[in-house]
């Protein structure tokens, strides 16, 4: 479902990735293990379309995220480490806001927000405004708006980041469902323990060039 093959990526003379080879399968969570700074905001953006690769190839679900970029975004969830939200929008408003970039109809769109708010716990928020909601609220919303469309393909970028162990704790759950039901899931963390307790394969980026070739090798749990 993923497949980043010899991709590489430079700001200038820097170069933030190098030779990079990832092969991800359907219904796999893939840990991508790494120190701030080591590259793993850079390769998401990369998977996700939002940053084109200097060299190599991105495939989402079968599309080259460079060449057919509207196909390959319309099977990817993307949960960013620091996800944008309109403030002076509920949180209903900023689902219904998304689902339109989805272009999903609106029976549709209704029946998604409902179950998935009683699935991150949020639907007795979603009307009022999202500047009063806290930071787990804020990132559960982010997670409902990254699968409102039934993506193949989950982006997550530090999926824990303002969670509570409660949380937490239901996410893992979640994840692990929707793993088993043939949702695709590459996670970024710099977290061990999580990567152990969630993935089923794990890889680690190092010096902030390349995955060494040891970490392509995978945790069966």
């Known amino acids: 479902m993923i497949k980043l093959s010899g991709v590489g990526k430079n700001f200038g003379d820097y170069w933030a990735i190098k030779d990079l080879d990832i092969e991800v399968a359907k219904g796999k969570i893939f840990g991508f ?14 998977i996700a379309g939002l940053l084109k690769p200097a060299v190599g190839q991105i ?25 944008f939200l309109y ?21 549709q769109t209704a029946g998604k927000i409902k179950g998935l708010s009683e699935t991150f716990s949020i639907r007795e928020i979603l009307d009022g405004l999202i500047e009063s909601y806290s930071a787990g609220m804020r990132q559960r919303l982010v997670f409902v708006a990254a699968m409102l469309n039934e993506p193949k393909i989950l982006l997550i970028d530090e999926p824990i980041v303002g969670l509570d162990p409660k949380g937490i704790r239901m996410l893992k759950n979640l994840l692990q469902g929707q793993a088993a039901g043939g949702l695709t899931i590459f996670m970024a963390t710099h977290s061990l323990l999580l990567a152990e307790e969630l993935c089923s394969d794990i890889g680690i980026i190092s010096s902030g060039r390349r995955l060494e070739d040891f970490s392509l090798q995978v945790t069966e749990k």
């Open 87 to 107: 403030e002076k929008l509920t949180g209903r408003e900023f689902l219904r806001f998304v689902a339109a970039l989805y272009k999903m109809p609106e029976e």
């Open 33 to 46: 293990l790494g120190p701030n700074g080591a590259g793993k905001t850079t390769t998401v953006k990369m």
């Open 59 to 83: 495939f989402a679900g079968g599309y080259d995220v460079v060449a057919e970029p509207l196909k390959a975004k319309s099977i990817i969830g993307y949960v960013p480490d620091k996800g």
